[in-house]
């Protein structure tokens, strides 16, 4: 059995847990930044941008997100999560809209690539810090 719960942390966000054996918890920030200014607003406040890493993950954060756009952790080189670790699941194939899109977005229940300068909601990790600061992805 799977519950979501939401508990009020402030004004704009909106921390959801998800009660089964990843122990997955996601803050809802309702606030546009950029790809980069989203991650550093995460990593101060909580822990990161969201990293999905199941088809569980992915349906929840797709119904609360309700059909909005929001920032989830994924970026472009080699498909990596922004606490550097690779992509074990992918909710479709990822491909840039442009030469210049490399970041990941969750958009109308789809995952898309978009430009990284793009101001846009977001949804961070809400886990333990598992990084170091040395780890911080850096965007042009």
Request: charged content about 25%; glycine content about 4%.
């Given at each position: 059995m799977y519950v979501w719960t939401g508990l009020h942390l402030e004004m704009t966000d909106w921390?959801?847990?998800l009660e089964d054996d990843t122990d997955?918890?996601?803050?809802?920030?309702?606030?546009?930044?950029t790809?980069?200014?989203?991650?550093i607003y995460c990593?101060?406040?909580y822990t990161d941008l969201a990293s999905v890493r199941s088809y569980r993950e992915n349906?929840?954060?797709?119904?609360?997100?309700?059909?909005?756009s929001f920032w989830i952790g994924l970026y472009r080189g080699q498909w990596k999560w922004s606490?550097?670790?690779?992509?074990?699941?992918?909710?479709?194939?990822?491909?840039?809209n442009s030469n210049h899109a490399s970041c990941g977005q969750l958009n109308h229940h789809k995952w898309r690539v978009v430009k990284c300068k793009t101001p846009t909601f977001f949804v961070s990790n809400?886990?333990?810090?598992e990084h170091t600061p040395s780890q911080l992805i850096h965007q042009r």
């Open positions: 921390k959801w847990s997955a918890s996601f803050v809802f920030v309702n606030e546009t930044k790809w980069k200014d989203a991650q990593r101060e406040r349906h929840h954060i797709m119904m609360l997100a309700d059909g909005r606490d550097g670790t690779p992509v074990s699941f992918q909710k479709q194939n990822l491909q840039p809400n886990k333990p810090y």
